[in-house]
C-alpha cells in the first residue's frame, strides 16, 4: 500500500500529456518509447488505487463474479391459495389467503380477504383469533355478502381489531350498511363500496400467478340477466353477493345464503341459482348456499357447477337445534347423487331432521372445526389434510 501511495504522489506530480504521449517531449525518441509502458502500467496501479479507496468497504470482491444466489423465487416457490371456512355455527366467516412472488421480487408477499364474519360472538371468539393463529396482520378486503348479523355484524367487529391494508376497501351488496362508517379501523378509516355483478378484485401478480374472484351474483341479478321484482323489493337472502373464485386450474364458489327457489315456509324463494349457474359453470369445491337450507341448492344448480368437494358452513348449537335443521334431507339428497362429488365437509355437527342416512355417512364429514382448503392451482388441493383427488 505505501508503494501504491508514492506511486500516487509521483503520477501526481507528472505532466499528464506528457506521460501519456499526447505532447512531443524533449527526450530522445528511443528513451521516450522505453518510458511509456512503464508510465502505463504506473497510471493503472494508481487509478486501480483510486477505485478501492473511493469504493465503500463492502470486503473483498470475488473473481470470477460469483452467480446470484438462487432465492425463493415463483420460479421455485409455487404460489398457494387457502381458502378457510371458520367453525361459526349456523353463520359464515371465510378467509382467502394468497401467497405469492411478486415479479422480480424474491419475498413471499400475502394478501387476504374475509367474506363474512360470522355473528358479532363468532367474531370474537372464533374469527379474531383464528385470523391472529393465520397470521393475518390487515385485510386487504373484507366482503359482506349481505346484511343478516350471522354474516355481516362480525364482519364488522373483525375490521376493528384486525386493520384493513392501506388500499383496503369493505365491499357490501348496495351500500346499504351505515353502521361500517363509524368503524375506528386500527390504521384507516374504512373505505365502503358496493360491488356490481360482473366486477373483479384481483389477488397477486402477473399472468397466472394471480387470484381472480369474480362477483356473480348481486342484489338479484347477474351481469346479463335480473330477477323480476314485480314492484317489491326481493328477501335479502336472494340479494347475496355470490363469487366465483379461480386459480390456475382451481375453482371454487361461494354465495352466501344465495336461493334456489326452495321453499321458505310457506314462500318461494326467488330462483337466482339457476342464472348464476349458468355463468359460473363447473367448479373444484362448492361452499354449499345458505347452511344446506332447501330454500337454496336447487338440481340444475347443483348439476351445472357438479364440484367433486362440497362445504357446507352451519352447526347445531342451543339455540337453532330446533329452529334449523341443517343441512336438509333435500340438500344431502341432491348433494350425495352428484357423480363427481366425493366428499361434503360440514364445520359444524349435524343437525339434519332423523340425521344422517348410510349413504350420507360415505360422504359427509363433520369436522364440528374450520375447514381449510389449499392449492398451487396444479390440479390438486387439500382439504385438512385430506389430498384431491385421492392417491
Ligand atoms: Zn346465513
Same mark, same amino acid.
Given at each position: 500500500?505505501?508503494?501504491?501511495?508514492?506511486?500516487?504522489?509521483?503520477?501526481?506530480?507528472?505532466?499528464?500529456?506528457?506521460?501519456?504521449?499526447? !505532447?512531443?517531449?524533449?527526450?530522445?525518441?528511443?528513451?521516450?518509447?522505453?518510458?511509456?509502458?512503464?508510465?502505463?502500467?504506473? +497510471?493503472?496501479?494508481?487509478?486501480?488505487?483510486?477505485? =478501492?479507496?473511493?469504493?465503500?468497504?463492502?470486503?473483498? #470482491?470475488?473473481?470470477?463474479?460469483?452467480?446470484?444466489?438462487?432465492?425463493?423465487?415463483?420460479?421455485?416457490?409455487?404460489?398457494?391459495?387457502?381458502?378457510?371456512?371458520? @367453525?361459526?355455527?349456523?353463520?359464515?366467516?371465510? =378467509?382467502?389467503?394468497?401467497?405469492?412472488?411478486?415479479? /422480480? @421480487?424474491?419475498?413471499?408477499?400475502?394478501?387476504?380477504?374475509? *367474506?363474512? $364474519?360470522?355473528?358479532?360472538?363468532?367474531?370474537?371468539?372464533?374469527?379474531?383469533?383464528?385470523? &391472529?393463529?393465520?397470521?393475518?396482520?390487515?385485510?386487504?378486503?373484507?366482503?359482506?355478502?349481505?346484511?343478516?348479523?350471522?354474516?355481516? /355484524?362480525?364482519?364488522?367487529?373483525? *375490521?376493528?381489531?384486525?386493520?384493513?391494508?392501506?388500499?383496503?376497501?369493505?365491499?357490501?351488496?348496495?351500500?346499504?350498511?351505515?353502521?361500517?362508517?363509524?368503524?375506528?379501523?386500527?390504521?384507516?378509516?374504512?373505505?365502503?363500496?358496493?360491488?356490481? #355483478?360482473?366486477?373483479?378484485?384481483?389477488? $397477486? $401478480?402477473?399472468?397466472?400467478?394471480?387470484?381472480?374472484?369474480?362477483?356473480?351474483?348481486?342484489?338479484?341479478?347477474?351481469?346479463?340477466?335480473?330477477?323480476?321484482?314485480?314492484?317489491? /323489493?326481493?328477501?335479502?337472502? #336472494?340479494?347475496?353477493?355470490?363469487?366465483? *373464485?379461480?386459480?390456475?386450474?382451481?375453482?371454487?364458489?361461494?354465495?352466501?345464503?344465495?336461493?334456489?327457489?326452495?321453499?321458505?315456509?310457506?314462500?318461494?324463494?326467488? /330462483?337466482?341459482?339457476?342464472?348464476?349457474?349458468?355463468?359460473?359453470?363447473?367448479?373444484?369445491?362448492?361452499?354449499?348456499?345458505?347452511?344446506?337450507?332447501?330454500?337454496?341448492?336447487?338440481?340444475?344448480?347443483?348439476?351445472?357447477?357438479?364440484?367433486?368437494?362440497?362445504?357446507?358452513?352451519? $352447526?347445531?348449537?342451543?339455540?337453532?337445534?330446533?329452529?334449523?335443521?341443517?343441512?336438509? &334431507?333435500?340438500?344431502?339428497?341432491? =348433494?350425495? !347423487?352428484?357423480?363427481?362429488?366425493?366428499?361434503?365437509? +360440514?364445520?359444524?355437527?349435524?343437525?339434519?331432521?332423523?340425521?344422517?342416512?348410510?349413504?350420507?355417512?360415505?360422504?359427509?364429514?363433520?369436522?364440528?372445526?374450520?375447514?381449510?382448503?389449499?392449492?398451487?392451482?396444479?390440479?390438486?388441493?387439500?382439504?385438512?389434510?385430506?389430498?384431491?383427488?385421492?392417491?
Amino acid at each position: 500500500m505505501q508503494g501504491l501511495i508514492i506511486s500516487l504522489n509521483h503520477i501526481i506530480s507528472l505532466n499528464f500529456p506528457a506521460a501519456l504521449g499526447l !505532447k512531443r517531449s524533449k527526450l530522445p525518441r528511443r528513451q521516450r518509447v522505453k518510458l511509456r509502458p512503464q508510465l502505463l502500467i504506473l +497510471i493503472l496501479i494508481s487509478v486501480g488505487f483510486f477505485c =478501492l479507496a473511493a469504493s465503500p468497504a463492502q470486503g473483498p #470482491a470475488a473473481f470470477p463474479p460469483k452467480s446470484p444466489v438462487p432465492s425463493a423465487s415463483s420460479t421455485s416457490t409455487p404460489s398457494t391459495l387457502t381458502i378457510t371456512h371458520f @367453525n361459526v355455527g349456523t353463520g359464515d366467516a371465510t =378467509l382467502v389467503l394468497f401467497n405469492f412472488y411478486p415479479k /422480480d @421480487n424474491p419475498n413471499k408477499t400475502t394478501q387476504s380477504v374475509l *367474506i363474512d $364474519g360470522g355473528d358479532v360472538q363468532a367474531a370474537q371468539k372464533v374469527v379474531i383469533p383464528g385470523l &391472529r393463529k393465520a397470521h393475518v396482520t390487515e385485510l386487504k378486503f373484507a366482503i359482506a355478502t349481505h346484511y343478516d348479523p350471522e354474516h355481516r /355484524d362480525g364482519l364488522q367487529t373483525v *375490521i376493528t381489531e384486525i386493520p384493513m391494508s392501506m388500499q383496503g376497501v369493505v365491499y357490501d351488496r348496495d351500500r346499504g350498511w351505515p353502521s361500517i362508517n363509524d368503524v375506528s379501523s386500527p390504521v384507516k378509516t374504512v373505505e365502503n363500496q358496493p360491488l356490481l #355483478a360482473g366486477s373483479e378484485i384481483i389477488l $397477486g $401478480g402477473e399472468g397466472d400467478n394471480r387470484v381472480v374472484i369474480k362477483c356473480v351474483a348481486a342484489n338479484g341479478a347477474t351481469a346479463t340477466w335480473r330477477y323480476p321484482r314485480k314492484g317489491k /323489493d326481493i328477501d335479502e337472502n #336472494a340479494q347475496s353477493l355470490a363469487f366465483l *373464485i379461480t386459480f390456475k386450474k382451481f375453482s371454487y364458489f361461494i354465495g352466501g345464503d344465495l336461493t334456489g327457489g326452495g321453499k321458505s315456509g310457506f314462500r318461494s324463494t326467488p /330462483d337466482i341459482e339457476s342464472a348464476v349457474a349458468k355463468e359460473v359453470g363447473e367448479v373444484t369445491v362448492l361452499r354449499v348456499n345458505h347452511h344446506g337450507s332447501d330454500t337454496s341448492s336447487n338440481q340444475g344448480f347443483l348439476a351445472a357447477l357438479n364440484p367433486s368437494v362440497a362445504v357446507i358452513s352451519s $352447526g347445531k348449537t342451543p339455540l337453532n337445534d330446533r329452529l334449523f335443521q341443517w343441512p336438509s &334431507r333435500k340438500v344431502l339428497d341432491r =348433494l350425495t !347423487k352428484l357423480p363427481r362429488l366425493t366428499a361434503i365437509y +360440514i364445520t359444524g355437527q349435524v343437525a339434519t331432521l332423523d340425521g344422517l342416512t348410510e349413504e350420507d355417512k360415505k360422504k359427509v364429514k363433520d369436522v364440528q372445526g374450520d375447514i381449510t382448503i389449499s392449492t398451487t392451482g396444479d390440479g390438486t388441493f387439500q382439504v385438512n389434510s385430506t389430498s384431491f383427488p385421492p392417491k
